[in-house]
């Protein structure tokens, strides 16, 4: 019984990897380097799940060579830390060899704690080190079998903060799937250590890879390919479940069309990675970041932050609590100007902003309106084409003083507009209350 219930589950296990390695091949949302990744870890899960059952097959039986399945135990120890390994270097697609980067230095711990876990199996097959094979080729664990359990615990563990720095960097819009990644692949673990007869691990290393190429996908699906900002889809999504009060900034690039027009629409590319670069290090602290068109962004602040801002700058209308927050965004476009003037001179345009205040219905009594979400939306790109209005003016002012056209127009930061909105937005015992 115990032995039909092994292979019954090693069989779905390879199903299942089949499965998915059909469905990566025809998929057309993941480039081709992270479909061959993923398709790796398939096929190398398939071998040692089909190397555990040989060994189980063969295991008790007297007839066979025991170097054989030392052989077989050693590899089989070994391909699971290269297991990790892969799924922490489709982490790292697209990053430069940064050793700087987090992740990138976690590969490299994994990288080097797999090398030296293969290099100890491989002695054990010769020195019986970490387990032995008795005379009727049954498995034993040794006193230093610990050695390879710590190797796989700092690659699970190195995984696991891999999967965690990536899903802060995505805007930590997974965080359920990757406490289920983490809950699945500690529980094979743990399965593994306490009925060691059985292969119930085999089957959540299986579960946990469908869950690992599950949160990519859903990651994927929400970036911006050409900015990594949470795209559109993202956005709309999240318009319509907010359920918390919040500030909607609308953001758009200043004189793109100038800039395509002039150098090419690869500088305008390069000009929406710097900008989304910059909002994302602006306000990935406090809020959402999308990049809902062509040259234009949205932010929109996380639960709890309005009121931390409020409380940050007590006895203040909503505009100066906004105008103060937004202004963040224009130092950080002006110190990634002068840290590299020559190349980032496009920044020299700026971003206009507007925002718009949601207040949730039973939330944040202290606010007196109550705006419906399509208004607030409304008022904020109301505001930013306010500004881009402003803009325009001073630009056209400049742009025929300066007589040159394909010359960037320098000192062109974000003019400050005061508004007066039809429907005031105030914080009760404010000042202008």
């Known amino acids: 019984m115990i032995a039909t219930n092994y292979y019954v589950i090693a069989g779905v296990s390879i199903m299942c990897l089949l499965v998915i390695i059909i469905h990566l091949q025809e998929s057309e949302l993941f480039p081709k380097w992270t479909v061959h990744r993923f398709q790796y870890m398939a096929v190398i899960t398939?071998?040692?799940?089909?190397?555990?059952?040989?060994?189980?097959?063969?295991?008790g039986k007297s007839n066979s060579p025991t170097f054989f399945m030392y052989v077989l135990k050693a590899i089989e120890f070994s391909l699971n830390a290269f297991?990790?390994?892969?799924?922490?270097?489709?982490?790292?697609?697209g990053r430069k060899s940064n050793k700087k980067d987090p992740i990138v230095k976690i590969k490299i711990i994994v990288f080097g704690a797999c090398i030296l876990n293969a290099v100890i199996q491989f002695f054990t097959i010769f020195g019986h080190f970490i387990f032995t094979i008795d005379e009727q080729n049954y498995y034993h664990r040794t006193h230093f079998t610990w050695i390879y359990v710590g190797f796989l615990v700092l690659c699970i563990l190195m995984l696991i903060a891999a999967i965690r720095i990536y899903s802060i960097e995505a805007?930590?819009?997974?965080?359920?799937?990757?406490?289920?990644?983490?809950?699945?692949?500690?529980?094979?673990?743990?399965?593994?250590?306490?009925?060691?007869?059985t292969n119930f691990d085999l089957l959540c290393m299986v579960l946990s890879f469908m869950i690992l190429?599950?949160?990519?996908?859903?990651?994927?699906?929400?970036?911006?390919?050409?900015?990594?900002?949470?795209?559109?889809?993202?956005?709309?999504?999240?318009?319509?479940?907010?359920?918390?009060?919040?500030?909607?900034?609308?953001?758009?690039?200043?004189?793109?069309?100038?800039v395509n027009d002039n150098y090419g629409h690869e500088c305008g590319d390069k000009v929406l990675k710097l900008f989304a670069k910059c909002i994302l290090k602006t306000y990935k602290n406090y809020a959402y970041c999308y990049r809902i068109g062509g040259d234009e962004f949205c932010v929109i602040l996380k639960p709890g932050v309005f009121n931390?801002?409020?409380?940050?700058?007590?006895?203040?209308?909503?505009?100066?609590?906004?105008?103060?927050f937004m202004t963040r965004?224009?130092?950080?476009?002006?110190?990634?100007k002068e840290?590299?003037?020559?190349?980032?001179?496009?920044?020299?345009?700026?971003?206009?902003?507007?925002?718009?205040?949601?207040?949730?219905?039973?939330?944040?009594?202290?606010?007196?309106?109550?705006?419906p979400l399509t208004r607030v939306i409304h008022l904020a790109d109301m505001r930013m084409y306010h500004q881009k209005a402003e803009f325009?003016?001073?630009?056209?002012?400049?742009?025929?003083?300066?007589?040159?056209?394909?010359?960037?127009?320098?000192?062109?930061?974000?003019?400050?507009?005061k508004y007066n909105p039809t429907e005031p937005e105030l914080i009760e015992d404010s000042d202008l209350e």
């Open 46 to 59: 398939i071998i040692a799940i089909v190397i555990d059952a040989t060994f189980f097959l063969l295991e």
């Open 83 to 93: 297991i990790i390994l892969i799924a922490v270097e489709i982490l790292c697609k």
């Open 171 to 197: 805007q930590s819009l997974n965080q359920m799937t990757v406490l289920g990644f983490m809950l699945v692949f500690s529980a094979g673990f743990v399965l593994r250590a306490f009925l060691p007869k």
């Open 213 to 258: 190429c599950l949160y990519y996908y859903n990651v994927t699906m929400k970036l911006d390919s050409l900015t990594n900002l949470l795209n559109r889809h993202a956005y709309e999504y999240m318009v319509n479940h907010i359920g918390f009060t919040t500030v909607i900034i609308m953001i758009d690039a200043n004189n793109l069309k100038g």
């Open 308 to 324: 931390q801002l409020i409380e940050e700058m007590p006895r203040c209308d909503v505009y100066t609590m906004c105008e103060e």
């Open 329 to 336: 965004l224009d130092e950080t476009i002006n110190k990634y």
């Open 339 to 371: 840290r590299d003037p020559e190349n980032n001179f496009y920044l020299t345009y700026g971003v206009s902003q507007g925002y718009g205040i949601y207040k949730a219905p039973s939330d944040h009594p202290s606010i007196k309106e109550n705006m």
């Open 392 to 417: 325009k003016k001073e630009f056209k002012k400049k742009l025929e003083a300066s007589g040159d056209k394909n010359k960037p127009v320098k000192g062109n930061n974000r003019p400050k507009v």
